[in-house]
């Protein structure tokens, strides 16, 4: 039971970096209205990095800690971890708000950095001799690789900056390498590897072959579909044929895994909470592979960069919408973070209506149709909601 306080504070720290993001993110969307004096860049700068590496991060490292390392053995050196972490999270998040891309928030950005590569060695130097053998472990392993190739990006965004500059495409290219092996590598893979392991625990069992050929072809998926990042630069065919074989391995393997554990799922005695977050998640999940399959065709990848509304709800649709609410499936199935059904409904509630208003002023704008009357003031309305949802989450751990 002390164990699971441990790592329950933990993610309740990391629920607390995901209310200070979403209220950074209504600021910013309040920002037409009000005319705030800040810097809006900046505090974009802050409300990506609070909310990828203070909420999705901590969550995720905590989840997989809990799950697949051995405890005893680890146990001191996962704390200075942890804690040696939450510095560089804070300093981010003094730092960015008001000097953006500055000296001491690249300094605590670094920081972060290494501390993740420590993490990972560490993961991989403690895990549970009783979980070789899991195909879940073999998921996050590959995930923990693509956090850290993800990381590439930043490095070369310093270079860049001063050499080429933020006008060169190559400045643009290396933000969306790291988002690319963040979210469809890093995150994406360990929610997978995590469901694998609850799979594994019920006592299912995957054919080896069939497991395989999910695993090669997510990984082909993951590496060819970074090439849809690059098609707003108008390059040559072979690039958009290489991002659109990735986009169809991606659904491949997707709909191989759901065709091995769909009559699995039964087995799995879920509470109607987190049985409903586990059929969200696949159905935004599978609206996020189509989104993916279209910016294959050289149409719609420009018209995804051309209007970024629809650039800036295809990533929330994936970070507060899959990753966000698979971690909350998670948190609430092993019991270490209850998800109360209020908090999520207020939660769900905000998601689901800025998801529409984005996607409407992105489809308004390229169909030429009549912007939607009061539009900055229903966005920042709607995102309200997701602030105090979580506010609810947080307030009634207290009373658990």
């Keep these: 039971m002390i164990r699971e306080k441990k790592y329950q504070h933990h993610l309740q720290i990391a629920l607390g970096y995901f209310i200070i993001a979403a209220l950074l993110g209504m600021l910013l969307r309040s920002y037409p209205i009000f005319s705030f004096k800040f810097n809006y860049r900046y505090m974009v700068h802050a409300h990506s990095h609070i909310a990828l590496l203070g909420w999705v991060y901590l969550a995720l490292t905590t989840l997989l800690h809990y799950c697949f390392v051995n405890k005893t053995s680890s146990k001191n050196n996962y704390k200075k971890i942890f804690w ?17 891309y500055g000296l001491f928030s690249i300094i605590f950005s670094t920081l972060f950095l290494i501390a993740s590569y420590i993490y990972t060695y560490h993961f991989w130097k403690s895990i549970d001799p009783k979980l070789k053998e899991s195909n879940g472990l073999k998921c996050v392993k590959v995930a923990l690789a693509y956090m850290v190739i993800s990381s590439l990006g930043p490095w070369a965004l310093g270079i860049i900056m001063n050499t080429l500059g933020a006008q060169s495409i190559w400045y643009r290219l290396s933000i969306y390498f790291y988002l690319h092996f963040q979210y469809n590598g890093w995150m994406i893979l360990a929610l997978v590897g995590l469901f694998v392991y609850v799979l594994e625990l019920s006592g299912q069992e995957f054919p080896k072959k069939g497991f395989n050929r999910f695993f090669l072809f997510l990984n082909l998926g993951v590496i060819l579909t970074f090439f849809l990042s690059t098609l707003w630069t108008e390059p040559s065919l072979v690039l958009y044929i290489l991002a659109g074989l990735g986009a169809v391995a991606q659904l ?41 399959l279209l910016t294959a065709f050289p149409y719609f990848a ?17 970070f507060l919408g899959i990753v966000s609410i698979g971690l909350f499936f998670f948190m609430d199935l092993f019991g270490l973070l209850r998800i109360s059904k209020k908090g999520f409904y207020w939660y769900l ?11 409407y002023k992105g489809i308004a704008a390229w169909q030429q149709w009549s ?27 207290r009373r658990i």
């Design 302 to 318: 420009v018209l995804a960069t051309t209007y970024i509304d629809l650039t800036i709800g295809y990533l929330h649709l994936t």
């Design 84 to 100: 040696g972490t939450q510095i560089t999270l804070v300093g981010m998040l003094l730092t960015f708000p008001f000097q953006g």
């Design 371 to 397: 912007p939607l009357p009061r539009y900055p003031e229903i966005l920042a309305i709607s995102s309200l909601c997701i602030p105090i949802g979580l506010l609810i989450i947080s307030i009634e751990q």
């Design 252 to 292: 491949y393997a997707f709909a191989h895994l759901w065709g091995t554990i769909k009559s699995q799922l039964q087995a799995l005695k879920l509470l109607k909470v987190p049985s409903a977050f586990l059929k969200l998640v696949i159905v935004l999940l599978m609206a996020k592979i189509v989104l993916q």
């Design 349 to 359: 509630l905000g998601f689901m209506v800025t998801e529409l208003l984005l996607f």
